[in-house]
């Protein structure tokens, strides 16, 4: 059974700081990642997609590794700012197109 | 563009009363569609999924159903509320043929049963 695991739960960081967030999935057998966000009590956003054949996304401040072999992915935001201020969701799915999520990364970025 | 709607954003409902969320799709055609329930202090779950009119699969045993009547149409329903089916319910979408998987979530409803 798939399980994703995201690590810090939270984190607070000073405006201007690089950053990287954690997840972890038990099972390699993946068809793709996804990177969300979610503001508090609104829908999710995609922020990235990374298919199984990929290493990496790229979105402006945003960059998404994928290790497959070893079941991680990592999220990196570029010089944060307070509007980055959320939820951050890592999802998993295999080749039926289901979601499994982990639990969040909650994240502050303090002006 | 394709857009996903939900409704309705707010719902608060007596234990025992009925349940009816809609979600509906624009943009697209034969999607696949979820729904997912996000309940205080859990992740994100998977309660049901289609892949055409009229196919429900069901993730997990609940006082829960799902029915997709049209194929843009995806419809959560129950008979009878439980205190323990308060959460907060996101609609999702995504292609099924010639895609990369990519999930797209509706904006959410949040139901309180007291």
């Known amino acids: 059974k798939q399980e994703v695991t995201q690590i810090p739960a939270a984190l607070s960081v000073p405006e201007g700081e690089n950053l990287v967030l954690n997840c972890s999935f038990t099972d390699s057998a993946i068809y793709n990642l996804q990177w969300f966000r979610q503001d508090p009590g609104k829908g999710l956003t995609s922020l990235l997609l990374i298919q199984s054949s990929q290493r990496e996304q790229t979105s402006g401040r945003l960059n998404a590794s994928l290790d497959k072999s070893s079941g991680r992915s990592t999220l990196y935001i570029a010089a944060s700012q307070p509007g980055d201020s959320a939820t951050y969701l890592c999802?998993?799915?295999?080749?039926?197109?289901?979601?499994?999520f982990g639990q969040g990364t909650t994240l502050q970025v303090k002006p | 563009s394709q857009t996903i709607h939900q409704w309705p954003a707010t719902l608060v409902q007596p234990v025992g009363s009925p349940l009816s969320l809609e979600c509906t799709v624009e943009?697209?055609?034969?999607?696949?569609l979820y729904w997912y329930r996000q309940a205080a202090g859990r992740g994100l779950q998977l309660l049901f999924y289609?892949?055409?009119?009229?196919?429900i699969s069901s993730e997990v045993p609940q006082n829960l159903s799902a029915s997709r009547p049209q194929d843009r149409q995806f419809i959560l329903s129950s008979k009878k509320l439980l205190l323990s089916d308060s959460g907060f319910y996101l609609c999702a979408w995504s292609r099924i043929s010639g895609s990369t998987g990519e999930l797209f979530f509706g904006e959410g409803s949040r139901l309180t049963v007291l």
């Open positions: 999802a998993v799915s295999g080749n039926t197109g289901k979601l499994i």
């Open positions: 943009g697209t055609s034969n999607p696949n």
């Open positions: 289609s892949v055409g009119i009229g196919q």
